[in-house]
């Protein structure tokens, strides 16, 4: 494994900048102000051509002028100086930089040719550099921020690595209201040199970061993602927005960073398989993100809901239990100790509704602890925390009653153990996610989200927290069964397939399809070919009854319809009848494929495809003629580990077609897993294939025998 | 139609208490101030045993003592004493009253007493109550708030009717903070004489509601809720959530205010059929309900998307994209007009990003002014507004460069045309949402939400809340066959239930039910049953070959596997055996049903289902062996018009098998929606009809044929 360049990025001891002047309403000078504001305590050195200090530092006239050489270059200027600017830091010795300016790939050819320029620079001198396009960094434990807004909320542990640099910079103010604080954030841009890859890699290392949010567009080697990911998440949770999965989602990512999209669905599988918990908005990406760097592990599925309020109650209750959480009934004696300190017709179940009440210690201490030690609950969802939010909202109606006490003074007197409360979850290893209408103007709300528990707007966010981390248990409970050990290319599969392309064949007959699926073991329908005069009667021999007659060639992929095939056959002389009427139709010479007709009410369907910028995938689903109507399918990049293949096969709507089903046996899952995975192998193994397409699967009895088949080659267009 | 209770307890010229004093620590006396400080200019009436006054209002010794007949009595006390009061109420004179005090049905059995009580009270005076267990009201044309916290918002366009007290209460300040404001709120508690149904249709006649939001934990009368809320969401759109369709939701609503949930999809198919948009979070219900409040109606689907930063950009069009919405790439002409004043490296097409940029009315107003002048937009998703905001964060980086200028001064230089922008929804007739990471302390963001124009705190927010405003351009959108003309039950049919009910059968057997749907005009298969010496010749010679043979009795549910059933038959011999077989499996006096083989291999299945306290239910799906694996199905409530039978068909997942379909011609839509309709028509032409299960209905060319089915009696356990 080759260093990970961040490592020197993100700790600079010396930061010089190029492009940061004194005039605050250019963006290297908002840059430059951000390191020097916000407490970095390395070296700055400023380069200008011009000025003879830079926001009160000595500036050099250029970076062969300066007088040491610094870790870290910071370059705003137009794109087509940064080259050369990023040559002179090489020379220099400068081993990292980042590149702020925009106008690179992401705006059409000119700007592609000066980031194959940046690229150049990198190959000759070994200089690596985040972005262009991008908005730096933030390292809160060196209170480095290179973006150009305030980050002054101090040392957290999510790391966040993001293709869009807004979201480590224009949302810091909001990141602010709610308490999320960075380990390190990331802005990848452009990622010429350093990609998203590469930042999950670092953060992935990073002691000070507990968990990872990712914020993607496209990724660019996505088996490298996966391999990475799959380490990652194995140790520490990551969470992920992908939006680059639609047509204008894609469209866009392409204009902001250069970045290539892939279907949806295509990230959804790559994420599954990596371990990686899929989110769907910024929110949600920050909101978890931080639950899961904060918060201590979920180790069960079961929820106590807690609150003063019975709507949020209920749809918390509601939220945890639609996304598969369990909200238990407690027991007698747990019931019993909660119905003692409530109102008599407060609810003391689960949910425990303790009604409005000015006590607030009780929703927030006493009776999550109780909860806690009882052992029933591993984890809570609280509702309804609030203390000087309530009292300023309700001030202008009690103040004369109270004798114009201040508001100050009605909040001083009420007192609980707020410190006990937020010391909860480590006290008892139990996650704690709290939601109020209150905001950080509340003292309370304040309290909680500095003392790291997670304090959201609405109760259902708080439930939706809690499933992430029901998500990130699931992660640490898959079995990985390891890297995956290629097969050997097969002689006789390396044959088919050149001789296929030698021919200008776009895909193989169906025949062949299946002969080459035969020799890498996937089990396939018991059939021959006869050519010319070949007899049938010694090949039904072999097939045996009922049996199948098509016209085979790569020439006609869809049959049906055209008098091209017969099934069922039960006979000889059905047989040769069925010869002579398909050749009537499709020519003498046409070859004819006799199968077996493999008997069974399942058919399922898999297959290859690739996707420019994805590399090779694998499908998994239902198939027969309904393959489309229904579109139950999953996906994953290939090459699929065992364990891959076996988890990729109950993760389709209708997985209980392959267990014990309507008095069928349940399905040979060993065999169909392995089937799977083998398929996996082959678009590595033979780079030509272009995509494979298995379907049906028949189940026969147990086993999975692939009935049709028809692989595409890159050497041109399917017939 | 009778008079909506609401029309007159909305609207007090008076209003009474019983259980408010002067201490500022009870409830009773929180929702008196409420009323007193909020603006409202009605007459205060305290009743209190005691007090001689009342937050300085003369108080009176009972309800008998009260100077005049409130139009309203607002009781806080404990439940035992409330039927009583409200008596007196009712005996005064009062039509409608606020009961706030809890401890009723949603207590248990001496609670259902008190509200039994308080039934009484309403059958013999005709007085109608909000409550109990519920917060009252808000109506801020007349600025009157009986809840506990302070409504100081003004008036608005979203009505909001819910069965939690805190939606219309404790999250005030957080509605406060997002400038979302009410028409109307109603917090309809234990529905004892008014209900959720009552306050949907009193906001639907309500000339200030603009949009209506409810939060649901189960209605009672979904016939009478379906009614109303399809009259309604015609003019007016509808957003709901519902909470009690999970075992812990219906659970936590039952404890709360004792309403009765039903399964999820049964809620999904009554919002779906009354033309409600659903929602999963309060959040989205308050800012969905705000959105389509104050903004024009979307009329197409073209968005037009526009940032100042990619990220968000690319999200908002994948969030819509995704959601079905269109993010067309602008004309030449118009790309070309917004690249005339944006960057050269900017993107000028669809989304335009505008990258960091200080001239914040650029993307605020020239932009989308440009956008909805070119008319190739029907609705626009703008993020990043912000103005002051920014200062002030950037501010303590800035100072000194600006010779420390005040925040103030350099905020005053920053100027645009925020009301033009402010205005553009309303000069267009096209609907503007924002999306900004500042917040209600931002001048401009404030400013935006003051004039109607909303603005949420992350891109996807905004982009989801246009598809709501999708979703209700779709429901204007819909064909509504009318009210149906149920057909006059069939003699034959109430025979036939009537001989089996009498008989203490739980089923009718397939032969019988099969009859029964035949008799209202449904297709079934050609059969006729056979009993003792009955010759099946004569049979086979009027269902004809191929012919299934099956046991058919209503002891026998299940016939597979079990030697009762025998298909594909193609001669009287195999026909003679099947019979000899049957009988010996089944016993020799077994009736046995003759019937027609269908062929097709398009197989759907529909049913008739009754859930406790939803009423009766009609299931439209996939059909044959894979119903259970599948389950792609969708429901309804009974009776469905023909237009929601017509709709249902097209709801379900693989709605393509409906279609032309691999060589297969398309479905008889007309015929599969009437026989959907008719079935939609026997559980209430039959109260005896517990469930229909009619699978499969197998596609036979073009025509839908009900192959086999089961009709379940309430006398019994089906066999």
């Given amino acids: ?250 469209r866009s990512g392409m204009s902001h960073t250069g970045a290539l999209g892939a279907p949806d669905f295509l990230y959804d599988g790559l994420f599954r398989q990596a371990g990686i918990i899929r989110l769907h908005s910024i929110e949600e990406l920050l909101d978890h993100g931080w639950v899961l760097a904060t918060q201590p592990r979920l180790k069960g599925k079961r929820i106590g809901v807690l609150t003063n309020s019975g709507g949020p109650g209920s749809s918390m209750a509601n939220t945890c239990n639609q996304g598969g959480l369990e909200i238990p009934e407690f027991s007698e004696a747990l019931k019993r100790n909660i119905a003692s300190i409530i109102p008599p017709h407060a609810a003391c179940s689960n949910p425990v509704d303790i009604t409005f009440n000015m006590d607030i210690g009780l929703l927030t201490k006493t009776i999550p602890e109780m909860v806690m030690d009882s052992g029933e609950a591993d984890g809570i969802v609280l509702h309804g925390a609030m203390k000087s939010g309530f009292i300023v909202s309700v001030y202008p109606h009690i103040r004369e009653l109270l004798g114009g006490m201040s508001m100050e003074e009605i909040n001083s007197q009420f007192v609980f153990d707020m410190a006990g409360s937020a010391a909860l979850p480590w006290k008892y290893e139990i996650p704690l996610v709290i939601s109020s209408f209150m905001d950080s103007d509340d003292d309370c709300i304040a309290f909680y989200r500095e003392q790291n528990v997670p304090v959201f707007d609405s109760p259902e966010k708080a439930a939706r927290a809690m499933l992430s981390l029901h998500g990130y248990l699931n992660v640490t409970r898959r079995h990985d069964s390891g890297h995956p050990e290629m097969p050997e290319r097969v002689p006789g599969a390396v044959d088919l397939i050149s001789d296929a392309v030698a021919k200008g064949m776009g895909n193989l007959d169906e025949y062949q399809s299946k002969r080459l699926l035969a020799l890498y073991g996937i089990p396939v329908t018991r059939e021959q070919c006869i050519y010319g005069m070949d007899d049938i009667d010694s090949v039904l021999q072999t097939v045996g009854f009922p049996a199948a007659v098509k016209a085979c060639s790569h020439e006609i992929a869809h049959k049906t319809g055209k008098g091209l095939i017969r099934l069922n056959i039960n006979s000889i002389e059905t047989a040769r009848e069925a010869v002579r009427d398909i050749r009537r139709a499709a020519g003498s010479d046409v070859a004819l494929l006799v199968s077996e007709m493999v008997k069974g009410e399942r058919e399922l369907s898999a297959g290859i495809l690739r996707h420019q910028g994805f590399g090779p995938a694998v499908m998994f689903g239902i198939g027969g003629i309904f393959t489309e109507a229904l579109r139950d399918m999953v996906f994953r990049r290939a090459p699929l580990r065992e364990s891959e293949a076996r988890e990729m096969l109950f993760d389709i709507r209708s997985q209980g077609l392959l267990r014990e089903f309507r008095g069928m046996p349940g399905v040979d899952i060993d065999t169909l897993a392995v089937m799977i995975q083998t398929l996996s192998f082959l678009p590595l193994l033979h780079p030509e294939i272009l995509e494979i397409d298995i379907n049906p699967i028949i189940i026969a009895g147990t086993k999975p025998v692939a009935a049709d088949a028809l692989v595409v080659l890159s050497s041109g267009v399917p017939g």
């Fill in 1 to 250: 494994m080759t260093e990970n360049p961040l490592k020197y990025i993100m700790n600079p001891a010396s930061i010089a900048t190029v492009g940061a002047g004194n005039n605050p309403l250019k963006m290297g000078t908002l840059h430059a102000l951000s390191i020097l504001k916000d407490g970095y305590k390395g070296k700055f050195l400023p380069v200008h051509p011009r000025e003879k200090t830079v926001l009160g530092h000595s500036a050099y006239r250029s970076i062969e002028d300066l007088p040491e050489v610094p870790d870290l270059g910071l370059i705003i200027v137009p794109a087509p100086e940064v080259p050369g600017i990023v040559e002179s830091f090489a020379v220099k010795g400068t081993r990292g930089c980042i590149i702020v300016s925009a106008g690179f790939r992401e705006t059409g050819d000119e700007g592609t040719s000066f980031e194959k320029q940046l690229m150049g620079v990198s190959a000759r001198y070994g200089i690596k550099f985040i972005g262009p396009n991008c908005m730096g960094i933030i390292n809160s434990s060196i209170s480095l921020n290179t973006t150009v807004m305030r980050y002054a909320m101090g040392t957290g542990g999510l790391g966040f690595a993001s293709q869009s640099g807004t979201y480590i910079t224009q949302n810091l103010p909001y990141l602010h209201r709610r308490g999320i604080r960075f380990s390190k954030a990331i802005s990848v841009g452009n990622s010429t040199t350093i990609d998203i890859t590469d930042a999950l890699e670092y953060l992935g290392n990073d002691p000070e970061t507990k968990s990872i949010a990712l914020y993607v567009e496209g990724v660019s080697d996505t088996g490298r993602f996966l391999d990475v990911a799959r380490r990652i998440t194995a140790l520490k949770p990551v969470v992920a927005q992908f939006v680059g999965g639609s047509e204008a989602g894609a």
